[in-house]
């Protein structure tokens, strides 16, 4: 009988909690300020990575990058996992059309003999990822196969979505990897950009010019998205910003028709590289 083990990369956000409760195995992106080299959550956490970030951009240092997982730390998690008596992993990474984090995952595949990969590339990221891979385990857990399982998440891709405002037009600039971006970075006046992670690619929707304006349009997009189906799952994405999540959360939950407490999250490091502190918005699925 097949025992199937579970991997994510950190760009996940998932907390914790779940990540232990169903024994998920995180490999960590890279960020990197000046020389230095940090693994996503592991030896940064998020307070940690705001913190550097102001005491860098204060310094004049320029803005931190980030830098995928290598083949070989795929490698050591999956024979890790062979040795611990496993039979498969389901390894489900974010979006390949922004990050070479899928390919280090199918390289790997390669690479080991003991185990059999199954690497899927969600085209997505954050708990919209997240969310997919949670379903995953719960087919799986309840007798499916692994292929039911990613023919799950095939089926999810066209049923959720992640949209979130930008406060911090800096590291848009600086990371180049949204679409559109420069419609707000270049603008004469302050705008808030609307990001949404589009068939595998974040691109800049629209602009508003307040805040309050900006998280309106974040609901808005995603009722659009959803098209009157009933959400299923929903986290609040945040950067840095806690507390304004878990009060707007409330009132986008409403919004939305979602009846439970949505999670709140932070981008982490490696996301917050490209998008900054400040970001604000919706990570959902639906049936």
């Avoid at 760009?11 to 000046?34: D, S, W």
């Avoid at 302050?190 to 595998?200: F, N, R």
């Avoid at 009157?228 to 409330?250: E, S």
Wanted: a negative charge.
């Amino acid at each position: 009988m097949n025992k199937v083990a579970f991997v994510t990369d950190s760009t996940c956000n998932m907390p914790a909690e779940l990540l232990q409760k169903h024994q998920i195995r995180t490999v960590p992106v890279y960020v990197i300020f000046g020389g230095q080299s940090y693994r996503d959550y592991f030896d940064m956490p998020p307070a940690m990575f705001y913190q550097q970030l102001a005491e860098y951009k204060a310094a004049g240092k320029g803005m931190p990058t980030t830098s995928q997982p290598t083949p070989e730390d795929f490698r050591v998690v999956y024979e890790e996992l062979a040795k611990q008596g496993y039979t498969d992993v389901l390894s489900v990474q974010l979006t390949s059309k922004s990050s070479g984090t899928y390919q280090s995952a199918v390289l790997a595949s390669s690479m080991v003999s003991t185990i059999k990969i199954h690497p899927v590339d969600t085209l997505t990221t954050s708990m919209t990822m997240g969310f997919m891979l949670l379903e995953a385990i719960d087919l799986i857990g309840k007798g499916g196969s692994i292929e039911e399982a990613i023919a799950k998440i095939e089926l999810m891709k066209a049923h959720s979505s992640l949209i979130f405002t930008v406060t911090d037009m800096e590291h848009l600039a600086a990371s180049g990897r949204t679409e559109g971006s420069e419609k707000a970075t270049d603008a004469a006046i302050a705008v808030k950009p609307i990001v949404s992670v589009t068939d595998g690619v974040p691109k800049a929707v629209v602009t508003e010019r307040t805040q309050n304006a900006a998280l309106q349009k974040v609901i808005d997009l995603t009722k659009e998205k959803m098209g009157g189906a009933q959400i299923k799952h929903m986290a609040i994405v945040n950067g840095n910003v806690a507390d304004r999540a878990t009060k707007w959360g409330a009132e986008a939950a409403k919004a939305l028709g979602y009846n439970g407490q949505p999670l709140v999250v932070d981008f982490g490091p490696a996301l917050a590289v490209h998008f900054g502190p400040g970001l604000l918005g919706v990570a959902a699925t639906w049936e």
